[in-house]
């Protein structure tokens, strides 16, 4: 059957709004930036020329870029395990269904819908040396957001506060899915709490586990939010990220290649991540 | 009798961590309801001497102007979800119920969108947003986030799911595409859409980065933004700026506590396929 040019056009058609939103905000922009990072580039964000790796080793040699790499390491490699035993934990403890459930589900999940601006400013409160509650509770004399030494594990504490309703769910869910028939039948063969952790629970969310490892991974490794609130990526450059320092040197200087340079620092660095996250999804699919 | 010991203490250790993790908010609503000298005694105190003091919401609704801030993050935030699950339909559609060439090509195309994270394009983004005239307005505060790669492949597993034969006998009584994506597909997938919906909703009630970029006017900021605005307006103090971040939490804290089940239902299984 021959089709009509309609019929033949009809599957672009439908594919049309997605195809020019994915082409205008994101891939036109990958390209641009890709551009940028080679390239001279004006005020106005005109190409005056191509420049190999000059903006390159311009951003490797400037200390606010190594400040920020080394923060946004820092961030991450804190925040993701920290994040992944503290909302493992909540979820074991919350695994078996009983009278006080629903309340301790609530509260566990609460941080997922306070939004970012409102705990950081929160924070602020909270972690102020004079009149915040936390020195006085603890007998501290820490500065917390205004000493070099603590600011970034404020910012740390904050990242982590903020995940754990999300990542107390998705871990909540996989423990729960675990058939109640395995850990019957290891405990009758004579299984410890410990021994039907280690053998039958852990092992069988693995894939939950990579999942959320990974998406903490990227969105530590995003972390600009807090720091634009509490900071401005200080003192001294001590909570500087990447996408910080993106959104100072493009948005705030018009630098668009040293801008453009930083991003592609910081995708190179999530693809890794965002790769096994493809990877463990898959598998959770399966497993369902 | 010792396993129910260690059942109460358990009890108690998680009411205990939850106590811990929701302090932060108790700790914002106490200290709003606090006088500046209440607020600046030592040793500070958690509890305010009575709840009768309002003043600090009443400066706050009389300085800043929060409920156009909640209009403006609802409009952005419905904008953006309806948009994304329009696209995410028919794209989704198409995928599943079309041969044609290059199909593989585009699907992974949409697809690798996902792979880059919308923060790192906010620079770039911002200039076209800039040129196209969109500066300060709901269009542009919405328009990148329309792309929905992940929606489109939730909605394309679950179309796969339906019968064929629906549509083949749809088609034959004369049904158009159109029509029977949207009067019989669409409603077919209310679940997964609802689920969808509410995803995209919060994430988009949430966001902070870009709509701080594109906006400049006061009347357009979102509510995440514009409480943010509060530290920086004459005559404010900590009381008052937490006086306007509680005021700006009860539409979530509302949605949250009433539709808590459905919508960890929806977040979690959203985040089960990429």
Not at chain 2, 10 to 19: E, K, N, S, V
Not at chain 2, 120 to 125: F, R, Y
Not at chain 2, 225 to 241: A, D, H, P, Q, R
């Amino acid at each position: 059957m021959k089709k009509t040019m309609a019929q033949r056009l009809k599957p672009y058609l439908f594919l049309m709004p997605m195809l020019v939103f994915a082409a205008g905000f994101v891939y036109y922009p990958f390209f641009k930036t890709f551009l940028y990072s080679f390239s001279r580039v004006n005020a106005r964000g005109d190409i005056l020329g191509f420049v190999g790796l000059q903006n390159f080793t311009y951003l490797f040699s400037r200390r606010e870029f190594s400040a920020a790499l080394g923060n946004t390491l820092r961030l991450a490699v804190i925040n993701v395990p920290v994040t992944v035993a503290l909302t493992m934990f909540l979820a074991l403890l919350c695994t078996r269904k009983r009278g006080i459930s629903a309340a301790a589900e609530t509260m566990f999940a609460l941080p997922m819908a306070i939004a970012m601006s409102a705990v950081a400013l929160i924070f602020k409160v909270l972690l102020n040396p004079t009149v915040g509650y936390v020195n006085h509770l603890f007998g501290l004399t820490v500065g917390w957001y205004r000493d070099k030494n603590t600011a970034l594990s404020g910012i740390i504490l904050l990242t982590v506060w903020m995940g754990i309703g999300f990542n107390f769910l998705l871990f909540l869910s996989a423990f729960r899915g675990v058939p109640d028939q395995l850990i019957e039948s290891a405990r009758l063969d004579g299984a410890g709490g410990a021994a039907v952790f280690f053998f039958i629970r852990f092992p069988l969310i693995t894939p939950t586990l990579l999942y959320v490892v990974c998406t903490n991974m990227v969105q530590a490794l995003m972390t600009s939010g807090p720091v634009m609130i509490l900071t401005q990526g200080g003192p001294s450059r001590s909570t500087t990220t990447l996408i910080y320092m993106m959104y100072t040197s493009g948005y705030g200087s018009s630098n668009y290649s040293l801008a453009a340079c930083v991003v592609l620092v910081t995708f190179a660095l999530t693809l890794v991540c965002t790769l096994l996250a493809f990877a463990a999804e898959r598998k959770k699919v399966h497993y369902q | 009798m010792k396993r129910r010991m260690v059942r109460l203490l358990t009890d108690a250790l998680t009411l205990a961590l939850g106590f811990v993790v929701v302090f932060p908010i108790l700790y914002g609503l106490m200290g709003a309801f606090k006088s500046p000298a209440e607020f600046a005694a030592q040793p500070p105190t958690v509890l305010p001497r009575s709840f009768s003091y309002t003043d600090n919401f009443a400066f706050v609704l009389r300085t800043v102007p929060l409920l156009r801030y909640f209009f403006n993050s609802l409009t952005v935030a419905v904008l953006i979800s309806t948009v994304r699950l329009l696209a995410a339909l028919l794209a989704a559609y198409a995928f599943v119920y079309f041969e044609f060439p290059g199909r593989g090509l585009l699907f992974m195309l949409v697809l690798a969108t996902m792979m880059l994270p919308g923060d790192t394009m906010t620079v770039t983004n911002y200039q076209t947003v800039s040129r196209l005239g969109l500066l300060n307005t709901y269009l542009g505060m919405s328009i990148t986030s329309f792309v929905g790669a992940s929606q489109m492949f939730m909605l394309r597993q679950n179309f796969k799911t339906m019968p064929t034969a629906i549509r083949e006998a749809a088609i034959l009584d004369g049904c158009g595409d159109l029509r029977y994506l949207f009067f019989i597909l669409t409603p077919l997938s209310r679940p997964v859409l609802v689920t969808l919906f509410v995803q995209s909703f919060i994430g988009a009630w949430n966001t902070y980065l870009w709509p701080l970029m594109v906006t400049s006017h006061d009347e357009m900021r979102t509510v995440q933004v514009g409480i943010t605005m509060l530290t920086s307006v004459e005559g404010t103090n900590y009381e008052t700026v937490l006086a306007g971040v509680m005021l700006s939490l009860i539409p979530a804290l509302f949605v949250f506590l009433f539709l808590r089940r459905g919508i960890s239902k929806a977040m979690t299984a959203g985040s089960l396929v990429g």
